[in-house]
């Protein structure tokens, strides 16, 4: 690669060396995330991996993909790109858990209008960090130039992650019932989510982003950026522990979208609102969007970025289990009859 040169498509805007500078730099984040499975490096083809599928009676893969949406505006005008693959990451392996599976392995995609090895490198090392987190491994990704299409300095970050869990142990809601306890696990702010309201309400193309808010205990523009918790270790904990009968990733569409993909028919998870512990950056978006409160719990996580339905018996085990994980999860709400799939009081 080191005699690939092209003049003529570097004339056209795409520089193929920069792409080879930028592999060479994201090496040492990409060592980080390395676990056994892993079976190729970087600059293949394809990314290969191995599974352990000792004691697995009928393994299933389970896959999801998701981009990081318009929250990484909000990097491209900070200059800060570092964590935005962190919520990359954790729009797909959150999804993954849900169905009880464990995150094997993570490919990213990068759209960029000019590939500045150094920016992709800080974009790169923040998936780095989320898989990390995920305790799964980044086997393989690309970066694509796209001049004359986007703008130099923009990016648009994207991915997808597998899993795998014994058929036996998929989560499906088969076996929830009335009485079940819906338990919350919280989010670090907005996530990944609403950005496109988030950025109308804060006008942050023009917003002094460096501005401190007491209410917030840091910056606007640190609040926004907050990345996106990865519920993987404690939500696997928590199975381990105690009888999971459903979960839900609350994201766009926040509660009256998200929970009602976990409760079956005939069931309704019953929440009382003054139980939501919602952090101060969602008071301050609906104060000065004047959002409807009901907006905000069909747009946002409102704080609460995962909820686990368990057996009462087990409740106590499960949120023993979670908070040994370091997620500090509570109790949200119960199951009852009824056909609203939810219902906030």
Not at 231 to 237: H, R
Not at 256 to 279: D, F, M, Q, W
Request: proline share 4%.
């Amino acid at each position: 690669m080191e005699k690939s040169h092209s003049a003529s498509y570097a004339a056209a805007g795409v520089n193929i060396e920069a792409g080879y500078e930028g592999v060479k730099l994201m090496q040492e984040h990409v060592r980080r995330t390395l676990i056994p499975g892993v079976v190729s490096g970087l600059g293949g083809f394809g990314g290969l991996f191995a599974p352990d599928l000792s004691g697995m009676k009928e393994p299933v893969l389970v896959s999801g993909t998701d981009g990081v949406g318009t929250k990484q505006r909000i990097a491209q005008l900070m200059g800060k790109h570092d964590t935005v693959g962190i919520d990359c990451v954790a729009m797909c392996v959150n999804d993954i858990v849900c169905c009880g599976a464990k995150p094997l392995f993570f490919l990213d995609y990068i759209a960029i209008g000019k590939n500045v090895p150094e920016k992709v490198v800080q974009l790169v090392s923040g998936v780095a960090e989320g898989c990390v987190q995920a305790g799964c491994a980044l086997i393989g990704g690309e970066t694509a130039e796209h001049p004359g299409t986007m703008a130099a300095d923009d990016y648009d970050l994207a991915g997808f992650s597998v899993g795998i869990v014994d058929k036996s142990k998929v989560i499906d809601n088969t076996k929830m019932a009335a009485g079940d306890v819906i338990l919350a696990l919280p989010s670090s702010g907005l996530h990944s989510n609403g950005y496109s309201l988030v950025r109308k309400v804060f006008d942050v193309e023009h917003a002094d982003l460096g501005k401190h808010y007491p209410e917030l205990g840091m910056s606007l523009g640190e609040a926004l950026l907050t990345p996106t918790v990865i519920y993987v270790k404690p939500v696997l904990a928590a199975l381990a522990a105690a009888e999971v009968k459903g979960i839900s990733h609350i994201t766009g569409g926040g509660f009256y979208e998200n929970i009602p993909r976990s409760i079956p028919v005939g069931l309704c998870a019953h929440i009382e609102k003054k139980a939501v512990k919602t952090p101060a950056i969602f008071s301050l978006l609906q104060w000065l969007g004047s959002i409807p409160e009901r907006d905000m719990f069909n747009t946002f996580n409102m704080g609460v970025g995962m909820t686990i339905v368990v057996s009462p018996a087990t409740a106590d085990a499960a949120l023993a289990a979670l908070k040994a994980s370091g997620c500090d999860a509570y109790v949200l709400g119960e199951i009852v009859q009824g056909e609203d799939k939810v219902e906030l009081c």
